[in-house]
């Protein structure tokens, strides 16, 4: 039987990356690199306080924005790690960071509205754009002997007369890729002359090796820019299942966002966010654990991709991805599955990360190392 749905909808292809997890989840011995989590559960701190609000009764509804407590826990948050202001009143709680990006297409795209994205990127961004009917316009970056790197006149060059906004994911999945403060100005300079929004990705923000935290959009706009920040809990303090996010905007966008929130979840569980306010106040010991190991194992991958001669990569400054890409393959879901197949390891095809990612494999290193080491031995067995 056939239904009458969005054609752009029904048209909409499954992630690459669920695809292989499908593949090869069920192999014996497999190791799985594929998703973006680390291996370590939330810490105690956390989720103690996440189940002691669920025995206080925390268990109604509430606050569609967030709970002022997590809201300003957040304003200080931000403001200690960037060291600008970040006020309340811009600040929106959500469940997930993949729900923040998704009401921000919602608050912005039109059907025909295009979105200038830096890619190699996460694929739900650029099916978020899809799913509102608007068009995502890749803007590659190249791998060259200093790592990623952008031409911001290509970007800009990129955007025309039905563009309505830049997305950055900064740093970068599945690159490892950091846009520096400069250029940050630059785009923002750009899009203010330009009347775009920016939308800026900074889920990856404290996972960082050569300082505390990556540079932010924040720092280099004013309140009133047209600039919206999504982030998410789950990859600093391994709060993945939780499902927790938060996005910084305009004051103005606050009732229009809060109006999404209740046509959308009506808000999010008040015992999560009594565990995100945890994560703010008493999760930094475990954040600097977490840099900690994934910079041991990160050494460990990246010193096993450069003994490998038909392998192409670079060390990245930030996340918890090596991308790396084969002499001699094409295709990425093939290459995927042949190492699920000889190699009992799971990682990411490049094709799921758009246009310049084909060719590639993303490698989750947020592991244990001897975990990560066991996994590159045998990778080398099939690559090297």
Not at 24 to 52: H, Y
Not at 173 to 186: A, C, S, V
Request: net charge negative; with cysteine; aromatic share 8%.
């Amino acid at each position: 039987m056939e239904y009458d749905i969005r054609a752009g909808i029904a048209a909409l292809p499954h992630s690459p990356i669920a695809l292989i997890a499908e593949y090869g989840r069920d192999r014996a011995g497999l190791i799985p690199l594929w998703f973006g989590e680390g291996d370590v559960p939330t810490p105690d701190v956390i989720a103690e306080a996440g189940i002691r609000a669920i025995r206080d009764g925390e268990v109604f509804y509430t606050h569609q924005r967030g709970l002022p407590r997590l809201r300003e826990a957040l304003s200080d948050y931000l403001g200690r790690v960037h060291g600008v202001p970040v006020g309340v009143e811009r600040i929106t709680v959500t469940s997930s960071g993949m729900t923040a990006i998704m009401k921000v297409m919602q608050t912005l795209i039109d059907p025909g509205d295009e979105v200038a994205v830096v890619s190699p990127i996460w694929p739900n961004v650029t099916a978020s754009v899809k799913v509102m009917g608007g068009v995502p316009r890749a803007v590659p970056m190249r791998l060259g002997n200093h790592g990623w790197d952008l031409d911001l006149d290509a970007l800009f060059d990129a955007c025309g007369p039905r563009t309505r906004a830049i997305f950055v994911n900064s740093p970068g999945n599945p690159t490892g890729w950091m846009m520096e403060l400069d250029d940050m100005r630059r785009v923002m300079e750009f899009a203010r002359s330009r009347g775009l929004w920016v939308i800026s990705d900074e889920v990856y923000a404290r996972l960082v090796y050569d300082r505390p935290a990556a540079p932010s959009f924040v720092e280099v706009a004013e309140p009133d820019d047209k600039l919206i920040i999504v982030n998410s809990f789950s990859k600093n303090w391994a709060m993945t299942g939780w499902r927790l996010g938060w996005i910084v905007a305009p004051p103005a966008l606050g009732p229009v966002l809060e109006n999404l929130v209740q046509y959308s979840t009506s808000g999010t569980p008040a015992f999560v966010q009594h565990a995100g306010i945890a994560a703010l106040e008493h999760g930094e010991p475990f954040l600097v654990e977490m840099v900690d190991r994934c910079r041991q194992a990160r050494d460990a991958v990246c010193a096993a991709l450069e003994r490998l001669p038909n392998v192409h990569s670079t060390c990245p400054p930030a996340a918890f991805y090596a991308f790396f890409r084969v002499d001699g393959e094409r295709d990425s879901m093939a290459l995927a599955q042949r190492i699920i197949d000889e190699a009992a390891v799971g990682l990411a095809p490049g094709t799921a990360f758009g246009e310049g990612g084909e060719g590639y494999l993303r490698l989750c290193f947020a592991s244990r190392l001897d975990r990560v080491e066991e996994a590159m031995a045998r990778i080398a067995g099939v690559l090297g």
